[in-house]
């Protein structure tokens, strides 16, 4: 009797796996109905307890566990959800931190005379990041790039312009593109913040977009500078900048010079485009009447099924499931699938059908408590469906 249930059980689970990964044939598992709500209604239902059964029986869970008891604070869940972030983007890519400082220095590409201008405060930080050399599929993004000052004087008696408010001003971060002397340049504009002339204090600019181009192509790199439009930035504020010359070492003393901060990540060139098109024409709607092959999504809300609880994030499972009919030619997944299709087509009695099937899936990653009340994450691999198609 107890074999005999472990074969049920173990039938049951696989069964499982199947159901939740799209992998039966369109004749076992039926296509979402237009005609009949109730049961499509419970179609979902069935789906989502067989996802709760799969979930707990991997945790070792025979039912659902409770933290109800468990106190964390706002500020220790938001860390954790912020820790949760972090280890899904380092799981999908290696993250890089590049701090540079600031050196009173020139672009090599351009001379002194050239370079020294009034009216504004310009920077050069030299930019080492560069795309992978050794594989032509991978580029380095980045995805962010802030530029910290820190002003240590302001001198609001100087304000010329009548129509200034509250002796606040806007200074504008530009990226010089060329300089063919000290008063014939291009620039563009990166970001622009208000400055409070009544106080110092630290401020940041964005200039993402120049630092990529600058990764591209490492001779664009023709500095930034700061401005305002009304006058000489130089008779309003003062950041900290070095005093002469420096070197690494000694620039690195000072915290407060001027500080460029870069997190860039390697990734597949044409990975992007492909996840975008396979969302578009690989995801259908329920109710829409598609009868051939296709990918169709089911969302879980985790604080509806009461898992809020001990699943600190992600807030829900946000998969897929496969459907449909292979009628030959329709999302082939491969040749032997295609010749499948052509023999059923040609005798259908004898010949099966290719079935509607998952071909590319991605993990999904559950920070929760485990039975001692700690977090810890935890990684299921192939459980979000991304591609469908007949095979």
């Known amino acids: 009797m107890k074999k005999a249930h472990a074969i049920l059980k173990s039938t049951k689970l696989v069964l499982i796996v199947f159901i939740m990964l799209g992998t039966l044939c369109a004749s076992t598992l039926e296509m979402p109905t237009t005609d009949n709500t109730t049961d499509d209604h419970h179609e979902v239902l069935e789906k989502i307890e067989i996802f709760k059964m799969d979930i707990l029986n991997r945790l070792g869970y025979t039912r659902t566990p409770s933290f109800a008891n468990v106190t964390i604070s706002i500020e220790e869940k938001r860390r954790l959800i912020q820790e949760y972030k972090k280890y899904i983007s380092d799981r999908e890519g290696k993250q890089i931190a590049k701090p540079t400082k600031y050196y009173r220095d020139h672009p090599p590409n351009v001379n002194t005379d050239a370079w020294s201008i009034k ?12 795309h992978p050399e050794n594989d032509f599929n991978k580029e380095l993004k980045i995805s962010s790039a802030k530029l910290r000052v820190n002003i240590i004087k302001t001198f609001p008696d100087n304000l010329v312009d009548e129509f200034t408010v509250d002796q606040i001003i806007r200074v504008n971060l530009y990226q010089v593109l060329s300089i063919h002397n000290a008063t014939k340049y291009k620039r ?27 990764t591209n192509d490492h001779t664009a790199n023709m500095g930034i500078e700061l401005a305002v439009d009304s006058q000489d930035i130089n ?18 003393i000072s915290g407060a010079l001027p500080t460029l901060v870069v997190y860039a990540q ?50 829900g499972y946000k998969g897929f499931y496969c459907a449909g009919e292979c009628p030959y030619g329709h999302k082939m ?35 929760h408590y485990d039975h001692e009340g700690k977090y810890r994450f935890t990684e299921y691999e192939d459980m979000i469906v991304t591609q469908c198609k007949c095979g």
């Open 119 to 130: 009216n504004t405060i310009r920077m050069y930080f030299p930019i080492t990041l560069g």
């Open 188 to 214: 563009t504009l990166l970001d622009s913040k208000l400055i409070d002339l009544t106080r110092p204090w630290s401020e940041s600019f964005e200039l993402q977009k120049a630092v990529q181009s600058w």
């Open 235 to 252: 008779d309003l504020i003062q950041i900290e900048m070095p005093d002469h010359m420096k070197t690494e070492l000694n620039a690195s």
């Open 266 to 315: 390697e990734r597949e060139i044409l990975k992007r485009v492909k996840r975008g098109s396979s969302k578009r024409g690989d995801k259908c709607k329920r109710k829409a009447g598609e009868t051939k092959c296709c990918r169709y999504s089911i969302n879980i809300n985790f604080a509806e099924i009461g898992w809020d609880d001990w699943i600190i994030a992600p807030s």
């Open 333 to 367: 997944a491969n040749n032997f699938a295609g010749i499948k299709a052509l023999l059923h087509l040609k005798n259908p009695a004898k010949v099966p059908s290719p079935c509607c099937v998952a071909t590319k899936l991605k993990p999904l990653t559950i920070l």
